[in-house]
């Protein structure tokens, strides 16, 4: 990866930090994390109001970006891919969840002073789009079976049975801290276990 002249001194450092994080520096994929979380989550909760789901989705959108950090080119701020990365989750989960939210058209402006936009289409799936939704739902409830039944039942309970981390606490007799921190872990093997199942998804 070459540098950009082109990008801000607060461009080229997040560079380096790609660059470390892609020869194995995971304290890199930390100062990333801890310096666009914030900023990451409060996006999420304009979005989507609700602190929960922003926290799934901030979660999320590091994953992802993470994920695909090979893919990330210096022609651009890291911030503007990361914020596209992270709206772009968001719209889907919205897409999904037929969530009612004001303002859709507005742009966020990222740390750069850079609008990302927000295009939402049609949340109609063609039959052929619904068809390959639910195939994708029975692979995702296969891939569930096979948690540590402690992890199955939480990632069950806040993903199909759309429990809230409250609800959750409450129902499993555990402190919610608790169940957020075993989410997150759940949401780690879940990940991975994706990860070697991918062709099939």
Known sequence: MVENNNLSDKGKRDLALVEKALNGDQLAYGDLMEMYRESIYFMMLKMVRSEDDAEDLTIEAFGKAFNRLHQYSPSYAFSTWLFKIASNNAIDFIRKKRIKVTSMDTAFTNDDGEKVGIDVKSTEKNPEQETMHLEKVGVMREIVKKLKPRYRDLIEKRYFQELSYDEIAQDMGLP??????????????????????????
């Open 176 to 201: 919610l801290g608790t169940v957020k921190a075993q989410l997150f872990r759940a949401r780690a093997f879940l990940a991975d276990m994706i990860k070697h199942t991918r062709d099939t998804i």
